[in-house]
């Protein structure tokens, strides 16, 4: 059980940093940001939208007493991820770069699987 404690906390921890990083310039509407975001497709609007639901849902899977709402944070956490690689790929084909989302979702599933497996019961919010 230590063992799956300390996975679950390093990579819940690279993941959510690595989540954090990537919605700081979206919430101060950085003009890189703004460039690649409208370059998709979407408008600017959404940009400040998903930062803050971003480090949200980063900060919730943080905290381990949230058992329930970590589902949704984890959810969206991945959606967000799936999205931003289809869209990328839609609009400017696949790029090997994109292979470090595969890292990014290693995190990610290390993550959610050892929550799944310390804490279980997700009958709590």
């Known amino acids: 059980m230590k063992n799956v404690k300390i996975w679950y906390w390093i990579s819940t921890l690279l993941f959510a ?3 954090i990083f990537s919605a700081i310039p979206d919430i101060a509407m950085e003009q890189e940001t703004k460039n690649f975001i409208v370059h ?4 600017e ?3 400040p939208f998903i930062g ?3 480090l949200m849902g980063s900060l919730t899977i943080l905290i381990p007493s949230f058992k329930k709402l970590k589902e949704w944070a984890y959810a969206g956490l991945f959606f967000d991820l799936i999205g931003a690689a289809y869209s990328n790929i839609m609009v400017d ?3 090997p770069s994109m292979l470090v989302l595969l890292v ?3 995190f990610f599933f290390t993550s959610y699987f ?3 497996k310390l804490y279980g ?5």
Do not use: C, E, R, S
């Open 17 to 19: 940093a690595f989540m």
């Open 40 to 43: 998709l497709g979407y408008p």
């Open 45 to 47: 609007y959404f940009i």
């Open 52 to 54: 803050v639901a971003k």
């Open 93 to 95: 084909g696949f790029h």
């Open 104 to 106: 990014v979702l290693a």
């Open 114 to 116: 050892t929550n799944d």
């Open 121 to 125: 019961d997700n009958t709590q919010l």
